[in-house]
């Protein structure tokens, strides 16, 4: 497996009175995953044994600009507007056969913005914003394995756009407490590859398949932050809903893309403690629901799987400076069990996962040692677990795994 990012960012802090960013990345991803005994594999002429890999190769070019204008009607206004553009380019092929898995796709999105923040006063500050999302996808006229009937799907150039909307504000009564809402929508893709490979009915193109629409959804959240002398405390409840989400479901021995309405709320609380100048103690818990409408009769009726949701944790951490040049970190991960009443055979048991880390300034640079997993961790992954019932991918976590690392900041 290989992967290769690469950015250049460039920054004017006064273009015109205005604060200027650019950033171009670029990033070839190329994986063989694992063989399997998978049906999706097997072809009675090409692959009648059904031992084959399949090789996922995408690369992606894409590229930011915002200018940013602070100071406005007596430094109470301050607007930011900019494009994202992206152009990625994907595709899966089984190499041992030569035949298309997936095959490629070109998706192109850009998307205008504009944001401002409002502070009409010291304590309060509403954020509003606008974003288009102009999106299309170039798929060519392909034939599905075997395993989906070998069907010849048209392809097609479909097109997307929405105009989404956020809006929010931040009000603090006191020096040491600040109340928050807000609201925002998001925009997104399926899974093009699993909705195209799992395509077995005749007839169907590309331009009008609706498992191919984006992801639109509508979040908020609300809570509370706390800054007292040396803790500080913040506590978000948070709601995610899409009319037309995307939900993973195991058929056989693979996934499929299930285009149904589904429901996201979840609760995140994080407690720090400055126990002196050098040390710092905190912890996290996050806890997540998951619902989707499973009979399409406009109520959620199925929890979701590990495939689409993580699991509730729990996380505590103490970071501590010995000295100007020497630091470390310690964190333990608590997941918590989670039973699924409609899938009881993706239940998922809990474990606890310790890290821990080293850092060193040298003259030029910083040294940092790194240990995943120090105690060495026994475990099946919740992926593993609560995701799907397959014994062939039934796979457990890594071990103690040490990295070191150098880096040098100019």
């Known amino acids: ?19 200027f960013t650019a950033q171009a990345y670029q990033q070839e991803f190329e994986a063989l995953f694992g063989v399997t005994d998978s049906t999706s594999f097997v072809d009675p002429v090409l692959a009648p044994e059904g031992f084959d890999q399949s090789q996922n190769e995408s690369d992606k070019n894409g590229a930011k600009f915002t200018l940013m204008k602070d100071g406005l009607f007596d ?35 850009y998307a205008p913005f504009i944001q401002a923040q409002f502070k009409p006063m010291e304590s309060v500050v509403f954020n509003t914003g606008l974003r288009y999302e102009k999106a299309k996808l170039n798929v060519d006229t392909y034939q599905t394995v075997a ?27 006191t020096s040491w407490l600040s109340l928050f809402a807000n609201y925002s929508e998001g925009f997104g893709m399926p899974d093009v590859g699993r909705v195209l490979r799992g395509i077995d009915t ?66 995140e609380t994080t407690l720090g403690y400055q126990v002196n100048k050098a040390n710092h103690l905190q912890l996290s818990y996050s806890h997540i629901n998951g619902r989707s409408d499973s009979d399409g009769d406009g109520k959620v009726d199925r929890d979701l799987t590990g495939a689409d949701i ?58 940092n040692l790194a240990f ?27 071990g103690r795994t040490v990295t070191l690392g150098y880096s040098l900041d100019f």
């Open 202 to 267: 005749p007839g169907l193109d590309v331009d009008n398949f609706l498992d191919l629409k984006p992801i639109v959804t509508e979040n908020s959240e609300i809570g509370f932050r706390i800054d007292w002398q040396q803790v500080n405390f913040e506590i978000s409840y948070y709601q995610s809903d899409s009319d037309l989400g995307s939900r993973l479901q195991q058929v056989g021995d693979d996934f499929f893309i299930q285009r149904e309405e589904t429901e996201i709320t979840g609760v």
């Open 75 to 109: 430094d109470k206004l301050k607007l930011t507007t900019g494009i994202d553009i992206l152009e990625d380019t994907t595709e899966q092929r089984l190499m041992l056969t030569g035949r298309s898995y997936v095959p490629e796709t070109q998706f192109k999105n």
């Open 147 to 173: 395993s989906k009937n070998g069907v010849t799907v048209e392809g097609g150039n479909p097109e997307f756009s929405e105009t989404l909307f956020n809006i929010g504000t931040v009000v603090s009564p």
């Open 1 to 19: 497996n290989r992967v290769l990012t690469t950015s250049l960012t460039y920054k004017n802090f006064d273009l015109a009175g205005m604060e």
């Open 310 to 367: 993580p699991p509730n944790r729990l996380i505590a951490s103490w970071s501590a400076n010995w000295s100007p040049k020497v630091s470390s970190f310690l964190q333990a991960s608590h997941n918590f069990t989670r039973r699924f009443d409609e899938n009881p055979e993706l239940d998922f048991d809990s474990y606890t996962l310790v890290d821990a880390s080293v850092g060193y300034k040298l003259p030029a640079g910083k040294l």
């Open 372 to 398: 995943a997993n120090l105690l060495n961790k026994d475990y099946f992954t919740y992926y593993s677990q609560s995701a799907q019932a397959n014994p062939t991918r039934y796979f457990k976590g890594r």
